[in-house]
């Protein structure tokens, strides 16, 4: 039996949109959306790079990175839902139009941010302040508002999950996952091997999420002031540190494959399960025309992984295998199958 090869890093990275996914590779990013019609639509642009090398320091880069995923995810998510709004699709002028959008996309990354800090900084501590009146040890209330913010969380992402729209851009973001995992485990890209793949991966941003979360509880816990506004304003300050500091885990845990990284990503992974649904075909042909789009995944199988890929490796399975999804344990099992299947072609 052949060695299991493992996971390589690809650098790709992408979203769920509106009946779509966006896939970003270095300084270019594609959105693929199913337009109402059933065609796929696809963007391709280039991402602003202005070269400042204060933007690649190490726990600085982070909080870049995450301001430019939040604007870059706003306006793929704009142009996604722009197939689905009636106004937009009659709108004459196109430059009122992109003025209106970058315009649209600037306030709502502000409002998101906003009600993110309201929602998960703010108000754990407003409660955990509120039980400060039954619990007078600092250290044990600090630890009681980082449980208060994760569960808030937690209720967050499951709430939401309810919603029918919300059902299908977790399906698209587990479409996302396999396209990345499926490639990243060496498996040409086609829609049966990325069906087989599996929808969690340690990169994602619900894990980079968790790691937040779990940092400003330590950041937090350092905190010993008496105001209230003051409290208040030092977590608020704190966050780019916090943003920074996780980055660098996320970024971590991307690139290795240990014991003790496995144990960092693991509960982040565990959430992922509700911000991630088995997709169908459909959705996974979009999430392939994503990657295709910015990404040369044949010559990155032969880079990585030492093989090229002809036209017989595209050939998908039957329609029963096709209907397999798999799970955790499922997905290890194929990994091994298909890894035989190579080392049987390269020895050919």
């Not at 726990?59 to 995810?73: A, H, K, P, T, Y």
């Not at 937690?154 to 990345?180: F, P, T």
């Not at 099992?333 to 035989?340: A, G, K, M, N």
Request: a negative charge; aromatic letters at 10%; proline letters at 2%.
């Amino acid at each position: 039996m052949a060695k299991k090869k493992s996971t390589r890093y690809s650098g790709i990275g992408g979203q769920a949109v509106l009946e779509g996914v966006m896939m970003k590779n270095k300084d270019r990013y594609a959105v693929a959306v199913r337009k109402p019609d059933g065609e796929i639509a696809i963007e391709v642009e280039n991402c602003k790079n202005d070269g400042n090398k204060v933007k690649e320091l190490p726990f600085i880069r982070g909080v870049f990175n995450f301001v430019d995923s939040m604007v870059l995810g706003m306006k793929a998510l704009n142009y996604s839902a722009s197939f689905y709004d009636e106004e937009d699709a009659k709108a004459n002028d196109k430059a009122k139009k992109e003025s209106n959008e970058q315009l649209t996309t600037m306030l709502v990354t502000l409002l998101s941010i906003a009600m993110a800090v309201g929602l998960f900084i703010v108000l754990p501590y407003l409660l955990s302040a509120f039980m400060g009146k039954f619990i007078r040890n600092d250290s044990l209330l600090a630890i009681v508002e980082g449980c208060i913010r994760i569960l808030i969380f937690l209720l967050y992402v499951w709430g939401i999950s309810a919603m029918q729209d919300i059902k299908r851009l977790y399906c698209y973001h587990g479409a996302e996952h396999k396209c990345i995992n499926c490639i990243e485990k060496g498996r040409p890209l086609t829609v049966h091997n990325v069906m087989r793949s599996s929808r969690l991966h340690k990169r994602c941003g619900t894990s980079f999420i968790f790691f937040v979360l779990i940092v400003s509880i330590i950041l937090f816990f350092f905190i010993r002031v008496d105001n209230i506004l003051l409290k208040v304003c030092l977590r608020i300050l704190l966050m780019p540190v916090v943003a920074g500091i996780s980055y660098e885990l996320i970024r971590l845990a991307g690139r290795n494959d240990n014991v003790i990284v496995k144990i960092l990503s693991a509960p982040g992974m565990l959430i992922q399960r509700i911000t991630t649904k088995e997709p169908d075909k459909a959705m996974v042909e979009v999430a392939i025309a994503a990657v295709e789009a910015v990404f040369d995944w044949k010559a990155y199988l032969k880079e990585a992984f030492g093989y090229e890929v002809d036209d017989s490796w595209l050939v998908d399975g039957s329609e029963e295998d096709e209907e397999f999804e798999a799970t955790e344990d499922e997905s290890d099992e194929t990994d091994v199958e298909y890894d035989e299947n190579v080392a049987d072609v390269e020895e050919s």
